[in-house]
């Protein structure tokens, strides 16, 4: 059983920065491809961003493309999200999540929240406009 716990978020001006965090515990994390996703009020669940178990290959969804960046610290049991030039459109509930890797996601992380087994309870970020 792996617990996940996210942190970091808040309010940020249009245009700002943030970095989440979420670190692991139970299992062993290097083993885990790690994501990202958010949740806005009244919509479904996004992809944002994931990770493979070794951290070596990332991919994004194509809202965020360019401006967030996912990296993996195994010796920190920890993913971090790096947002950049954040929008209002940005603000949403982001949840981390993870998977166990196999050998049909060793050179790639999943994109669809259906592929992981673990959840976090998320962290709020909020972008006015």
């Known amino acids: 059983q792996v617990q996940l716990v996210e942190s970091g978020g808040g309010l940020v001006q249009a245009g700002g920065s943030l970095r989440l965090a979420c670190t692991a515990a139970?299992?062993?994390?290097?083993?885990?491809?790690m994501g990202w996703f958010r949740q806005a009020p009244g919509r479904p669940r996004e992809f944002v961003a994931a990770v493979t178990w070794s951290g070596g290959t990332a991919d994004y969804g194509d809202s965020v493309k360019g401006r967030f960046s996912i990296s993996k610290d195994n010796s920190k049991n920890t993913v971090y999200l790096l947002m950049n030039n954040l929008k209002p459109e940005d603000t949403a509930a982001y949840y981390c999540?993870?998977?166990?890797?196999?050998?049909?996601?060793?050179?790639?992380?999943?994109?669809?929240?259906?592929?992981?087994?673990?959840w976090g309870r998320g962290t709020q970020v909020t972008v006015p406009s």
């Open positions: 999540a993870a998977r166990q890797f196999s050998s049909k996601y060793y050179y790639n992380a999943p994109d669809a929240e259906g592929e992981y087994d673990y």
């Open positions: 139970g299992g062993t994390f290097s083993e885990y491809n």
